[in-house]
């Protein structure tokens, strides 16, 4: 009665670690009926009969499925594509900061400008005498259509950097 439990406890102990390797042999059958119809099975069909094809054996490996490792990759995935949603939420709010930035600082740089094309129309427009320096570091005075021309050049500045 000893040995048998031995046998027993061994044939368990072989079977579990077969099933541990993850991977088990089996025998998959194919047959083709007379329509041409394909079947897979695990068990020999019927014998054959003569002039009849014989049956394809074909050796297959099959990996146990391992419910905890599905669970744990599958967690993974999740947890992955919760940081790839993080790093694309801070990247479009960086975008968006950044552009709000260069949009402040644009804002900031056009109204410098538009005061100092407005201070430069003022004194071009209080100005009797406009000159403007030659090669030499002399003053040079404008005529008067020259003058005019530099009004107009001051006006249309102001109309470009303060949007009329």
Same mark, same amino acid.
């Given at each position: 009665?000893?040995?048998?439990k031995s046998v027993? !406890?061994?044939?368990?102990?072989?079977?579990?670690?077969?099933? !541990?390797?993850?991977?088990?042999?089996?025998?998959?059958?194919?047959?083709?009926?007379?329509?041409?119809?394909?079947?897979?099975?695990?068990?020999?069909?019927?014998?054959?009969?003569?002039?009849?094809?014989?049956?394809?054996?074909?050796?297959?490996?099959?990996?146990?499925?391992?419910?905890?490792?599905?669970?744990?990759?599958?967690?993974?995935?999740?947890?992955?594509?919760?940081?790839?949603?993080?790093?694309?939420s801070l990247t &479009?709010?960086?975008?968006?900061?950044?552009? #709000?930035?260069?949009?402040?600082?644009? &804002?900031?740089?056009? &109204?410098?400008?538009?005061?100092?094309?407005?201070?430069?129309?003022?004194?071009?427009?209080?100005?009797?005498?406009?000159?403007?320096?030659?090669?030499?570091?002399?003053?040079?005075?404008?005529?008067?259509?020259?003058?005019?021309?530099?009004?107009?050049? #001051? &006006?249309?500045?102001?109309?470009?950097?303060?949007?009329?």
């Amino acid at each position: 009665m000893h040995g048998l439990k031995s046998v027993i !406890a061994l044939a368990v102990l072989l079977v579990s670690a077969g099933f !541990a390797t993850g991977a088990v042999a089996q025998t998959v059958y194919k047959s083709v009926d007379d329509e041409g119809n394909v079947a897979f099975t695990d068990r020999p069909p019927m014998q054959q009969g003569e002039g009849e094809s014989p049956l394809d054996v074909m050796p297959l490996q099959i990996r146990l499925t391992n419910p905890a490792a599905i669970a744990a990759n599958r967690e993974n995935a999740e947890k992955e594509s919760r940081a790839r949603d993080m790093v694309d939420s801070l990247t &479009a709010e960086k975008q968006s900061s950044d552009e #709000a930035d260069d949009a402040a600082r644009k &804002a900031e740089e056009r &109204a410098a400008n538009c005061d100092l094309a407005r201070q430069r129309l003022n004194r071009y427009a209080q100005a009797n005498r406009l000159y403007k320096s030659n090669d030499a570091g002399e003053r040079v005075y404008l005529e008067d259509a020259e003058i005019d021309a530099e009004r107009i050049k #001051a &006006a249309r500045a102001v109309d470009e950097w303060c949007g009329g």
